[in-house]
């Protein structure tokens, strides 16, 4: 569990970035902040692992505040996770893989062989082990990216705006891929975005973020489209319009949905399973 | 075209290679002062170029030292020296001046190769736990290493023709022909001296360039800062790996 504490961050002699932040981020979730850009939700995000540090308030891991932990062994205990991987140019993807078990001491050979695990949980061909990053494709190299941070097993693994660079079709597979990639390891995931749907699809708890760090709104996908907090959300998330906004048309062989566009989106069926996940555009 | 094979014809000469100052020794002495001087110029600007890469401070105050440096006359900075130094002290003189027109070169290649990097790359590295020292060493200093060898050659081309005016001084190397030949009237010396001192630029241009080859990372490739001197190497070794399996 991580516990943001009433924090509040300033650059410098700057104006306030993160004004009075609170929020607990419960283990083995997915928790999503979300917002435009310039809303302080990287750098909450870094203030997880100390890349940066609040000017005022805590963060605490587990109930240890990070600032007692060192900077450098905190690092290396939690997966971090960024926009085109953010890999070392000049190593092959196994021993980019490998960074973190080697600078904690691992021998290369049990590294390496561990990052060949790990290109295959992550879906990449172990063929693709002695490239170097250039000579991936985009969507390869963010899947890198993710076996870096899973290297040392970490409890909780952080991603900031992960697929922000990559083309929609990509983006999409590599969100089904988290999705899956979290059902089996069971990580706490802190995941950056400023894609609203894509903060519905992977998350447990969405994190709704104005100006200054400030929680608009909070909840599980569903509660945030039944109950839009106000009216920056609904416009926020589009219930009003596009893909979101379904009515129901009937048909001669039954009710469907349909969104704004007038394209058939859903059958509507009686008692409809889990409503997790099932509302909206999603694939 | 008589005067450049008469050049030639001297070059050639049975006598330049024999007595105490055959070429073998003019051009050992010149390559002395060149290595070491260039050698002398990376040990002080390397690191200093590397503070001021990782840490990002400190610059303006390199670009207006370096550019004030590169504007230095040699010539006459040589003589400076000699004056102030000493005519005992002329090798430290001629050395110091050397070093000097060499520092801003690699200084600015040692700089310049930290801040080519992409800030991403240097965030990554960190952000999974590198220590300072390990983001030096590990992506920094490889990464930087092309444009720090291309401030090198800049550095050593300009000793290597300098370093003719140190036999002005009476220290030797190829230049002891050219002001030999110079009060003489020999064209033909003079001009065989220059053509060595020019060759000898290309070959040390050339060396330096396969160090280029030698030292620079397979993986760091195509798309990233096209940098000085070091297009033909990458395309090559992008060629080369991307047809690996």
């Not at chain 1, 809303?39 to 605490?60: A, F, Q, Y």
């Not at chain 2, 010539?75 to 002290?89: A, D, K, P, R, S």
């Not at chain 2, 930290?114 to 590295?125: G, K, L, M, Q, S």
């Not at chain 2, 983001?135 to 023709?161: D, H």
Request: with cysteine; glycine share 10%; net charge neutral.
């Amino acid at each position: 569990m991580i516990e943001f504490t009433s924090v509040s961050k300033r650059f410098g002699d700057g104006p306030l970035v993160i004004e009075d932040f609170s929020l607990v981020i419960p283990a083995h979730k997915t928790t999503v902040l979300v917002g435009s850009s310039g809303c302080g939700k990287t750098t909450l995000l870094r203030m997880i692992n100390r890349m940066v540090d609040p000017s005022s308030g805590t963060v605490e891991i587990d109930g240890t505040s990070v600032l007692e932990r060192d900077p450098v062994a905190l690092r290396r205990s939690i997966g971090y996770v960024l926009q085109s991987g953010g890999l070392l140019p000049h190593l092959r993807v196994v021993d980019n893989v490998a960074t973190v078990p080697r600078l904690n001491g691992v021998s290369r050979a049990d590294a390496r062989a561990r990052a060949l695990e790990l290109l295959d949980t992550v879906g990449l061909d172990r063929s693709l082990a002695s490239r170097y990053p250039a000579q991936l494709s985009g969507g390869q190299q963010q899947r890198v990216g993710v076996a870096r941070a899973l290297a040392s097993d970490p409890n909780i693994l952080l991603m900031d705006e992960p697929f922000g660079a990559v083309d929609p079709i990509v983006r999409a597979e590599l969100q089904q891929e988290t999705i899956r990639l979290q059902r089996e390891l069971d990580k706490t995931v802190v995941f950056v975005t400023h894609d609203i749907d894509e903060a519905f699809l992977l998350a447990d708890q969405v994190v709704i973020l104005e100006k200054g760090g400030r929680i608009v709104q909070k909840g599980s996908p569903s509660e945030i489209i039944e109950n839009p907090a106000n009216d920056f959300v609904a416009s926020f998330i589009g219930v009003d319009r596009g893909a979101r906004a379904l009515t129901i048309k009937q048909t001669p062989h039954g009710r469907v949905l349909v969104d704004d566009a007038g394209r058939t989106q859903g059958v509507l069926v009686e008692e409809s399973a889990p409503a997790r996940r099932s509302e909206g555009s999603l694939p | 075209m008589n005067l450049f094979l008469d050049a030639l014809a001297w070059i050639v000469a049975p006598e330049r290679f024999e007595g105490s100052s055959s070429l073998f020794v003019r051009l050992g002495e010149h390559l002395y002062f060149t290595a070491f001087s260039v050698l002398i110029a990376t040990v002080i600007a390397v690191p200093i170029g590397y503070l001021i890469g990782h840490t990002g401070r400190g610059r303006e105050l390199a670009v207006g030292l370096s550019g004030a440096a590169r504007a230095l006359p040699s010539f006459g900075l040589i003589l400076l020296l000699v004056l102030v130094m000493g005519v005992t002290n002329k090798p430290a003189a001629a050395f110091t001046a050397f070093v000097v027109l060499a520092i801003p070169s690699i200084l600015a290649g040692a700089y310049a190769g930290f801040e080519a990097i992409e800030r991403r790359t240097i965030n990554a590295a960190r952000a999974v736990g590198m220590t300072e020292w390990q983001i030096l060493w590990r992506v920094e200093v490889p990464l930087g290493l092309p444009l720090l060898i291309g401030g090198i050659r800049s550095a050593a081309l300009q000793v290597v023709a300098t370093a003719t005016l140190a036999a002005y001084i009476g220290l030797g190397g190829l230049g002891y022909y050219i002001f030999r030949g110079l009060p003489l009237g020999r064209y033909d010396e003079m001009l065989g001296a220059s053509i060595l001192v020019a060759v000898l630029a290309i070959v040390i241009d050339a060396a330096l360039a396969l160090c280029q080859r030698l030292f620079v990372p397979r993986g760091v490739a195509a798309g990233r800062t096209p940098s000085l001197r070091t297009a033909p190497a990458r395309r090559r070794a992008m060629v080369e790996t991307s047809t690996a399996p």
